[in-house]
């Protein structure tokens, strides 16, 4: 297999691909920048995004593993994940918990199933470090992680011959 480079201006279009976004609404302004971020850059690869809430980061990969399986099992299985939520250092050790085991989880999943996943959970030091990369008009960290998922999933679906 030969990789390609491509433009950055050159969007990938995988039309209809299913893409499953879990989003963790714990602090939901932000949230609603990295889902806006995520699904636009969805739309615009002409893929189609199922949109999941969850209360926070821990809970992303366990239920990305429930969805993934009932979808497998109704014969509609989802192409690639994206992960969103913002992960903002307190005074205790909980930060570190959080963020290194949604990770963890997410990388796992992601090998084992052989599945395109966008990390889009922000680990930050304070609110202005989350704002920035959230919004969709600065970093658009959530438009980057759909980004990244649909990147591996044009790359495996090339590697199949699909």
Not at 39 to 63: K, N, R
Not at 95 to 102: K, L, M, Q, R, T
Request: charged share 20%.
């Amino acid at each position: 297999m030969v990789a390609h480079s491509r433009a950055a201006s050159a969007p990938i279009k995988i039309p209809g691909a299913r893409i499953l976004v879990i989003e963790a609404r714990f602090y939901e302004d932000l949230a609603d920048e990295l889902l806006a971020g995520a699904t636009g850059a969805i739309a615009a690869a002409e893929s189609e995004a199922t949109v999941v809430t969850v209360p926070g980061a821990l809970e992303i990969p366990a239920t990305a593993a429930i969805l993934l399986d009932a979808a497998e099992r109704r014969g509609q299985p989802y192409d690639a994940v994206v992960a969103l939520g913002c992960v903002i250092r307190g005074e205790t050790g909980h930060y570190d918990i959080v963020a290194g085991e949604s990770s963890r989880g997410l990388m796992e999943l992601s090998i084992a199933r052989a599945l395109p996943l966008g990390n889009g959970i922000l680990t930050v030091e304070n609110e202005a470090q989350a704002y920035a990369r959230a919004r969709v008009s600065e970093m658009n960290k959530g438009g980057g992680a759909a980004e990244a998922a649909l990147a591996v999933l044009a790359l495996k679906r090339a590697a199949e011959g699909v």
